[in-house]
């Protein structure tokens, strides 16, 4: 794509006034042309599979599929589409979900409209774009090093996340009663919580359940 090319955007937001807002600043911005509209996850992937966009703008939180399994379907079929997430979470979960489904951006709605602009083109001149407060997560992220558990410790903890008991959990890795209490000791204080239920939700929430 060269300088003087028309950059063809697909604009997907469940919301109809944030979604008019989106193209009323594409259609004001010149090199810009939408190409197409939706209002769910499996509308934006009907569309940008029949409509090949030079760029879908995908929110994240919508009906059918979120943005990310939307992201995903649109990338197995149409690898060349760029996907720019442009959503209001900012979550480390939300923006590692949708780089891992292949977005080649993530930005924010409450940004400038000129950097919700500039992060399109930079997309196109194949960079990654990612809001400031974004790529400040990340970075927080990636030199936050993640809890290392034993494969036992891990054991017991599925086992939790199965809803067992201390003791049914003791029968089935057949080990003592106390030898699983101090697992999961070891477990609280490595994932830095204080009863079963968190410690299952962070487990998952780090990937390692």
């Known amino acids: 794509m060269t300088a003087h090319d028309t950059v ?3 604009v997907a937001d469940d ?3 944030v979604r008019g807002g989106i193209v009323a600043l594409l259609a004001s911005t010149p090199g810009f042309t939408v190409v197409g509209e939706a209002a769910d996850g499996a509308e934006v992937v009907r569309l940008a599979l029949a ?14 599929l979120t943005g990310d399994q939307a992201t995903a379907r649109i990338l197995a079929k149409a ?16 923006i590692l979900d949708a780089i891992e489904a292949g977005a080649s951006g993530y930005l924010l709605k409450a940004a400038p409209p000129e950097e919700i602009v500039a992060g399109i083109r930079a997309v196109l001149r194949g960079e990654v774009a990612l809001a400031p407060s974004v790529a400040t997560a990340l970075v927080a992220r990636m030199r936050t090093p993640t809890p290392t558990l034993s494969p036992r410790e891990l054991d017991v903890l599925r ?7 201390n003791p049914q ?10 030898t699983v209490k101090t697992h999961l000791l070891h477990v609280f204080e490595k994932l830095e919580v204080s009863d079963r239920t968190r410690a299952v939700t ?5 990937r390692l359940l």
């Open 202 to 206: 962070k487990a998952m929430e780090l």
């Open 51 to 64: 409509e090949r966009p030079d760029v879908v703008l995908m929110d994240l939180r919508m009906p059918q």
């Open 169 to 178: 959990i003791a029968r089935t890795l057949v080990v003592a009663e106390a």
């Open 15 to 17: 919301h109809p006034i």
């Open 159 to 165: 086992l939790v996340a199965q809803g067992l008991s």
């Open 8 to 10: 063809r955007v697909l």
């Open 79 to 94: 690898p060349d589409v760029k996907v720019v997430v442009l959503t209001t979470y900012e979550s480390d979960d939300s």
